[in-house]
């Protein structure tokens, strides 16, 4: 029987509609469906009580051989998938509930006709990498779990005062960066918070790394794109016993002085793109690339 998983959190109970519309055509097709075990309320009671369902929690009892996992809400929902999805292989679809929506791209009120696109092949696969840490002294988020979609970054805590980084670049020193922090990107993650900081987009089909200051003290920073298999060292500096450190959106609290490797991670996760919804027709409606009135 074919496979699917539905994980989705927390939204206005309106939104679901354009949800459940997904999961009925998903039954008609005999679709075995998986659902979040962690939702405040059973999926029936927001969905259909006609839905027979399974429940996971995470990696070990999600099904490996699901054909289609589908996230609906924002891209932090996705984020939060990644650390489920890992290095399985099953094919993401981003059903966007939430706000700007880069990884979900595809308006709820659209996900009906693009799960259709997708039962009839209308469609691709694209393979994003991503980016690991490691330390000879701390573990970080555990073994299975330091990885990144988006980004690695290294922030002051409890205190206005700067920080400072130094940065290898394959065990050769590249500079030291005195700012607020400093952002590893990938090229998934060029379109969030380092854009934000003034970093370069980067295609999803590229093999980068950005490393990007965040408001830095020195006015020759300037963001930085290199190949992601570079090996990457980061040494924070401080006047406080610690920093943030955080992959994506989980954060920690980890002791200045720590030696934190970054390297590609050995895995990579796969999106399925509809045609309609390109990376580039999504920076241009995303970011209102164009709309200019000299371009009417």
Known sequence: MKKAIVYFRYHKTRDYR?????????????YLLYFPGDLPEKPTKILSKKIKYRSFTDYDDMPKDAEL??????????????????????????INAGRLGFLAY?????????????????????ARSLLSISSNTHEFFGKN????????????????????????????????YWADGLIVSTPTGSTGYS????????????????????????????????????????????RENEFLLSLDSRVMSVPF????????????????????YTFIKTLRRKLFWGYDNRNT
Do not use: W
Request: charge should be negative; hydrophobic fraction near 40%.
């Open 106 to 126: 595809i308006p709820k009120e659209n996900a009906l006709t693009a799960i259709r696109k997708y039962l009839k092949g209308d469609y691709y696969l694209q």
């Open 195 to 238: 854009m934000s900081c003034g970093g370069p987009i980067l295609t999803p089909d590229t093999h980068d790394f950005i490393i990007n200051a965040i408001a830095p003290h020195n006015l020759t920073v300037r963001p930085l794109v290199l190949p992601n298999h570079n090996h990457i060292k980061l040494i924070p500096h401080g």
């Open 69 to 94: 996992f589908i996230t609906y809400g924002g891209d932090g929902t996705i984020l939060r998938a990644a650390t489920i999805i890992r290095g399985s292989g099953i094919p993401i679809l981003g």
């Open 145 to 176: 779990l330091n990885f990144a979609l988006n980004e690695l970054t290294i922030s002051r805590k409890n205190t206005t005062s700067m920080i400072n980084v130094d940065v290898y670049i394959n065990e050769e020193f590249l500079s030291t």
């Open 18 to 30: 354009y949800l459940a519309e997904v999961v009925e055509l998903l039954c008609q097709e005999k």
């Open 257 to 276: 002085g720590t030696e934190i490797e970054v390297f590609k991670a050995p895995f990579k996760l796969n999106f399925i793109q509809i045609n309609e």
